[in-house]
């Protein structure tokens, strides 16, 4: 008796819908008749391999022009094995690069067929899995950049010093994001310019000494002004800033800079790669270089931490003693025999207030050179919103500080007696500059007190007062500088110069010459 109930087959034999089945998943169908020229493949399998229709001609030597050149060796050797051992064939390669087309990857698998007849077929399929390469290449190179980072970071935390910190980390971009030139920029203590602290693929003589602008016109200062990162993918064309020299001169085409961070407000500089052919850097390169920056940061603050502890013990004892004295001195002086003990009191406590401002700022910075801009704005913060500063946030050392407080506070306290900051709305004008003294490795500090008002008796401003005295004892006795006083219709200036030698501000020489 038949079994009328019995299940229809589910077997898919229509070859139509097994070809659309094998478009629509990107895989085609091929094989090779061993030993001959002839080779049969699906007409998907041209699509998969991204060729025109036609493109393929049925012939061994067809499927051999379309291997790139440098896996082919991988895929024969791949065919021989399997023709030998009769084991499965299976194969990853490139397709032969085109104009205009991506890399494209394909995957191969297969084994040995004999037919009926004795012939023997290599057959299998193949697909384009192109994507999941991307996505494994991807993988492997944020693996790799993470490595990095966690390297980099592990040995910054061993080191004492700076230097070896951002050679290191300058070698670990140059090779992980493949790139020919790598830049770390530090920022000088003037505040006017950038100095190639680090770095790799300059010429000879450039790290150390190559500088480059702040202002947003370059890419660096572009780069601060923006707070980063700023992708370049052809320097040549870039509207936003100009090119500057330091990358022109070494061909640089493509890159990105970021910002590595400092104390409070004041960035420590910029991290920047380059290639000299064009490339476009993506999401993945900025995160790890701002990741290396960061480490960066972190180190020139752990290692300036360490130095500013070593050198505030071994300062104590000596700013102490200096200290007294001055204070010893402002004392004798105020308290003269014939002087109204009650003006001098409220001179003397003014004083010990303005030196005190000081110290808290040069202490709290760990005896090491000091923002002025800050220095200024506490010794004058009495008078906050009516002075007006002008000059880059420049750093000075502690014990020129220390006297420049002193300085401003005499300078403010003559102006509230007898100029501008008596009146209610009253202002003055203060600025000041770094700049070269034309001797080697020499520079000089000015300030200007600019004080427009002419209301009150002009000889009363230059009276030779113990203020005025200390003043000139200070600039001109101590550190070896010049005034320049005048008063008049035009109001009242008071301007001085003080030579600063090495250990007073960081510069570097002229960029190396190419």
Request: hydrophobic residues 40%; negative net charge; contains cysteine.
């Amino acid at each position: 008796m038949s079994d009328d109930t019995a299940k229809p087959s589910r077997v898919l034999r229509d070859a139509d819908v097994l070809l659309e089945g094998l478009r629509l998943g990107r895989v085609g169908v091929w094989r090779w008749k061993v030993g001959t020229d002839v080779v049969e493949w699906t007409e998907n399998l041209e699509s998969v391999h991204r060729l025109p229709p036609g493109a393929f001609d049925g012939t061994l030597a067809s499927f051999r022009n379309d291997l790139h050149p440098d896996d082919a060796e991988a895929v024969w050797r791949a065919i021989r094995h399997s023709l030998e051992t009769g084991k499965p064939y299976y194969v990853r390669y490139r397709a032969a690069p085109r104009a205009g087309r991506d890399a494209l990857w394909i995957e191969a698998n297969g084994g040995v067929v004999s037919s009926a007849g004795g012939e023997r077929w290599l057959t299998g399929i193949c697909r384009d899995v192109s994507d999941e390469v991307a996505y494994e290449h991807e993988l492997e190179r944020r693996f790799e950049q993470q490595k990095a980072v966690v390297e980099l970071g592990s040995f910054a935390l061993t080191q004492t010093q700076f230097q070896p910190v951002a050679d290191r980390a300058a070698q670990v971009a140059a090779q992980v994001l493949d790139v020919p030139l790598v830049e770390i920029l530090q920022f000088s203590d003037s505040a006017d310019h950038l100095v190639l602290k680090a770095g790799v693929g300059w010429r000879e003589g450039y790290v150390g000494r190559a500088m480059t602008g702040v202002e947003t016109a370059s890419q660096a200062g572009y780069t601060l002004a923006t707070g980063g990162p700023v992708v370049v993918t052809d320097l040549a064309s870039e509207t936003r800033f100009t090119p500057p020299e330091l990358l022109t001169s070494h061909g640089a085409t493509s890159g990105v800079t970021v910002v590595i961070a400092g104390e409070r407000d004041r960035p420590f500089g910029v991290f920047g790669v380059h290639t000299v052919v064009p490339r476009r850097f993506d999401d993945a390169d900025t995160e790890f270089l701002t990741a290396l920056a960061n480490i960066v940061a972190n180190a020139a603050r752990q290692i300036a931490a360490v130095e500013q502890r070593t050198l505030l013990m071994r300062e104590m004892a000596h700013r102490a003693g200096n200290m007294l004295q001055l204070v010893s001195t402002l004392a004798h002086q105020t308290f003269q025999p014939d002087a109204d003990i009650d003006a001098a009191k409220r001179a003397f406590s003014e004083r010990l207030a303005s030196l005190s401002r000081a110290n808290h700022l040069v202490a709290r910075g760990g005896w090491s050179r000091t923002r002025f801009r800050a220095l200024a704005r506490e010794a004058l913060e009495t008078f906050a919103g009516r002075i007006a500063f002008e000059g880059r946030d420049v750093l000075l050392p502690p014990e020129l500080c220390f006297d420049l407080s002193l300085i401003l506070h005499e300078l403010s306290t003559n102006a509230a007696k007898y100029g501008a900051l008596s009146r209610d709305q009253g202002q003055v004008d203060v600025s000041w500059q770094i700049s070269p003294s034309g001797a080697q490795e020499a520079y000089t500090f000015r300030l200007e007190w600019s004080d427009p008002f002419t209301g009150q008796p002009q000889q009363a401003r230059g009276r030779a007062g113990f203020g005025t005295k200390l003043m000139r004892l200070l600039i001109e006795r101590k550190w070896k500088g010049t005034i320049e006083e005048q008063a008049g219709g035009e109001g009242y200036r008071f301007a001085f110069t003080i030579p600063l030698i090495e250990q007073a501000v960081d510069f570097v020489g002229e960029a190396a010459a190419e």
